[in-house]
Structure formats: C-alpha cells, structure tokens
C-alpha cells in the first residue's frame, strides 16, 4: 500500500522567512513524488517532481530515500506562495496517492 | 488555453437521484481520474481508466460508477445520490508518465 503523510494542516510564515513543508511516505518500490499546488479560486496544478530536480518559483524539493521524505522548501517566502500544497506519491499505472494538504499563510 | 473540461462548476441534486460529471480532455492521454476533495482529506482516487472502456476502482469507489467511451471522455455517475457525496470533484488525466493536468472542478451539493 501507498500512503503519504503531510503532518502539517497549516503552516503560518512571515514574508521572506524560511519555509519547509513536510512530507512522508510509505511505498515497497521506488516511488516518483511529486508537489501539487492550488491557488485560491484556481486549480490544482502541478508545481514540481522530483526526477526533473528542477526549482519553480524558487521552490525545491529533494527526496530522501533514507528518511522517506520529499520536503518542499523555499528560503524566502512570499505573498504570492500562500496557497494549498499537496505532496504525492504515483505507483503502479500512473495511480496517485495525495497527502491531506499543508496551507501555507504567508503573513505580509 | 483549458486542457481537461469539466462540465459544470456547481451542481445541486436531491438525495436519489443520478448525478452524471463530465470530463473531457484534449491532450490525446491515456489516463484519466476521478477524485474527490474534501477539508482535512486531501484528495482520494475513486476511479480511474488507462485506455478506452478499461475502468479501475480507486480507494473510494463505493456508491460510483465511470464510463469511458471515448479516450477523451470520462463519466463519473453517482447512481443514487446521497448527503455524504457533497464534495468537490476532481477529473485529471496524464500520459503514460509524467503528473496530472486536472480541470477546475465540479462543486456537488446533495440536498
């Protein structure tokens, strides 16, 4: 079975401060993560993955074998990244596991 | 510039009755999805089809049933609808590999 924990239900920040959001999983193969991200009003939308190993609007996110992580990090916030996040996890026939979600607040 | 359509942004239904959601994508994929979004649930996989009138359940398939007619189109059909089914619905599609583009989402409230 594949789960994917996001242990965070909100994550209040002040602009230009650090942000890490915290993502675990659970998977027996190699797994493909990924972040989504949704605006308010718009929809959800792919934000990154980890085998691109390529930063988006500034965000990063590295997959840790060892620990089962795939954190999404950021060093300075902004108003512009308040938004829901959701980590993911693809197994077998492209199938998607979604975390619960992290809203990030980023505070002006 | 819309890649994967849904039919209808906010829908109300009574309790009963059979509820269809549309979802139509342009980008010629192989694979399409339906979720539900719910506060503190995050989103959960109901069904899902990697090829025309192929059709898998996903972790939440109970009191649903999809159609896929055409690569293009997948249904999603409530067949009795009931108060415990208002939730967004989420339709995505992908390619053999890669992420998801999903549509906007259709709003279902069951009075």
């Known amino acids: 079975a594949q789960r994917v924990t996001q242990p965070e239900k909100l994550l209040s920040v002040f602009k230009g401060a650090p942000v890490e959001l915290k993502c675990n999983y659970s998977y027996s193969g190699s797994p493909e993560l990924f972040w989504y991200v949704q605006y308010s009003r718009q929809r959800l939308q792919l934000l990154l993955r980890h085998i691109s190993r390529e930063s988006i609007k500034g965000f990063t996110a590295d997959l840790n074998k060892g620990e089962t992580s795939f954190h999404l990090k950021k060093p300075f916030a902004q108003e512009e990244d308040s938004a829901m996040y959701y980590c993911?996890?693809?197994?077998?026939?492209?199938?998607?596991?979604f975390g619960t979600g992290t809203k990030l607040q980023v505070i002006p | 510039d819309v890649k994967v359509t849904q039919s209808s942004r906010y829908l109300v239904k009574r309790t009963g009755e059979k509820v269809f959601l549309e979802c139509v994508q342009d980008m010629d994929h192989e694979n399409m999805f339906w979720y539900r979004q719910d506060p503190g649930l995050g989103l959960r996989l109901i069904y899902f089809?990697?090829?025309?009138?192929?059709?898998e359940k996903g972790d939440i398939p109970e009191g649903y049933s999809v159609s896929r007619e055409k690569k293009e189109r997948f249904s999603l059909i409530l067949e009795s609808a009931s108060t415990n089914q208002t939730s967004m619905y989420l339709c995505a599609s992908s390619p053999g590999t890669g992420g998801y583009t999903f549509g906007s989402g259709t709003r279902l409230t069951v009075v």
């Open positions: 993911a996890l693809s197994g077998g026939y492209q199938k998607v596991t």
């Open positions: 089809s990697y090829d025309v009138k192929m059709k």
